[in-house]
């Protein structure tokens, strides 16, 4: 065996090299197999919002498209049945609001028509008002 003194130049630049891909390829194998924030978060929307909501501008489905949700007048969307207390609710979406929706709905606007859907925690509200804002590009 030889001493790191007696190792040739070429030979030690081929154990960095070595060395390098194989941090790499682990790195890339740890993150691989754990879901990303965005991820999460689009996992946490499709589990709870859309059976009836999607994220594409004009795609109303039982419930209101969600694009460029946030800034957005509730009940305002043109093309959407609001119910009358979604219409006249007076406010404009923005994190807090559209957080406190999704974990106690009847609280931010009683006579809602998102029945019988009854709340998320908040830590999920939280992931779903995150991928809004990505997918609607605010």
Request: charged share 15%; with cysteine; proline share 5%.
């Amino acid at each position: 065996m030889q001493s790191c003194l007696q190792t040739s130049p070429s030979a030690w630049l081929r154990t960095i090299v070595s060395a390098a891909a194989l941090t790499s390829l682990v790195s890339a194998t740890a993150s691989a197999q754990q879901p990303s924030s965005d991820a999460a978060a689009q996992q946490a929307f499709n589990n709870a919002c859309r059976t009836c909501h999607s994220v594409k501008e004009g795609d109303n489905r039982l419930g209101p498209n969600l694009n460029k949700i946030v800034g957005r007048k509730a009940g305002a969307l043109p093309d959407y049945n609001y119910s009358p207390s979604m219409k006249d609710a007076g406010f404009a979406w923005d994190q807090d609001k559209l957080t406190r929706f999704m974990v106690k709905p009847d609280e931010v606007v009683s006579g809602n028509k998102m029945q019988p859907y009854g709340g998320i925690s908040a830590e999920e509200a939280g992931k779903i008002v995150a991928y809004l804002q990505a997918a609607g590009g605010q």
